[in-house]
């Protein structure tokens, strides 16, 4: 598998991977520039697959729709963030953002525990404490940690939904108990990986 990744220039800096298996490609946490990952997935004639989120907040989330109707693909979201895709133009407005439209969910991630399109297979992390719905993609030794967990720190808890008892617990029970070699890949800021944050993280709580 193939991992390319692109950092918003808006004022949040927001991390979009793109996954990619031969001609089949994923989108993961679309940003704000919708006609980068339009371009880049046409210009490697990449069939793509689906659009997930890790959680709904806009930053996450702006290009999604224009995506998916570019190349009629499913947008795979947790429905405990729900009410974000609800809020989606009010906050492009507050912040002076382009809105692109709201994505349609199409798949609720609450409703399973592994997704598997082919020739992509995770295991679903349902993470809350970031936002209610807020979701870790785990493949193989790589995890797509969201606004979760960072390097060397970790998502802020005091937004609508965020719940700082369930972030601790989210951090304790479902990602620093993996193996130290996994891989992390957070919505903002550089890669880092179980081990490193288990040992030089002092927000987490083990």
Same mark, same amino acid.
């Given at each position: 598998?193939?991992?390319?990744?692109?950092?918003?220039?808006?004022?949040?800096?927001?991390?979009?991977?793109?996954?990619?298996?031969? /001609?089949?490609? =994923?989108?993961? &946490? #679309?940003?704000?520039?919708?006609? $980068?990952?339009?371009?880049?997935?046409?210009? *490697?004639?990449?069939?793509?697959?689906?659009?997930?989120?890790?959680?709904?907040?806009?930053?996450?989330?702006?290009?999604?729709?224009?995506?998916?109707?570019?190349?009629?693909?499913?947008?795979?979201?947790?429905?405990?963030?729900?009410?974000?895709?609800?809020?989606?133009?009010?906050?492009?407005?507050?912040?002076?953002?382009?809105?692109?439209?709201?994505?349609?969910?199409?798949?609720?991630?609450?409703? /399973?525990?592994? =997704?598997?399109? &082919? #020739?992509?297979?995770?295991?679903? $992390?349902?993470?809350?404490?970031?936002?209610? *719905?807020?979701?870790?993609?785990?493949?193989?030794?790589?995890?797509?940690?969201?606004?979760?967990?960072?390097?060397?720190?970790?998502?802020?808890?005091?937004?609508?939904?965020?719940?700082?008892?369930?972030?601790?617990?989210?951090?304790?029970?479902?990602?620093?108990?993996?193996?130290?070699?996994?891989?992390?890949?957070?919505?903002?800021?550089?890669?880092?990986?179980?081990?490193?944050?288990?040992?030089?993280?002092?927000?987490?709580?083990?």
């Amino acid at each position: 598998m193939i991992l390319k990744s692109f950092e918003s220039d808006l004022v949040f800096r927001e991390n979009t991977y793109l996954l990619i298996s031969g /001609s089949q490609a =994923l989108l993961i &946490d #679309p940003g704000a520039d919708p006609e $980068l990952l339009i371009g880049e997935i046409l210009s *490697g004639a990449y069939n793509l697959l689906a659009v997930l989120a890790t959680h709904g907040h806009m930053d996450h989330i702006l290009a999604a729709k224009p995506l998916c109707e570019r190349f009629g693909c499913p947008f795979y979201m947790h429905g405990g963030d729900r009410n974000w895709l609800e809020e989606l133009q009010n906050m492009c407005a507050h912040f002076r953002l382009p809105y692109y439209g709201t994505p349609i969910l199409n798949f609720d991630l609450a409703e /399973s525990a592994e =997704l598997d399109l &082919d #020739p992509f297979h995770f295991k679903l $992390l349902h993470t809350p404490g970031h936002s209610a *719905g807020s979701v870790c993609f785990l493949t193989g030794d790589q995890l797509f940690s969201g606004d979760t967990l960072f390097r060397h720190s970790v998502g802020r808890s005091d937004l609508p939904g965020g719940d700082l008892t369930l972030m601790k617990r989210s951090l304790r029970e479902k990602i620093l108990s993996l193996p130290g070699a996994t891989r992390v890949y957070p919505g903002h800021l550089e890669a880092t990986d179980i081990a490193e944050e288990r040992k030089h993280n002092p927000f987490v709580v083990l």
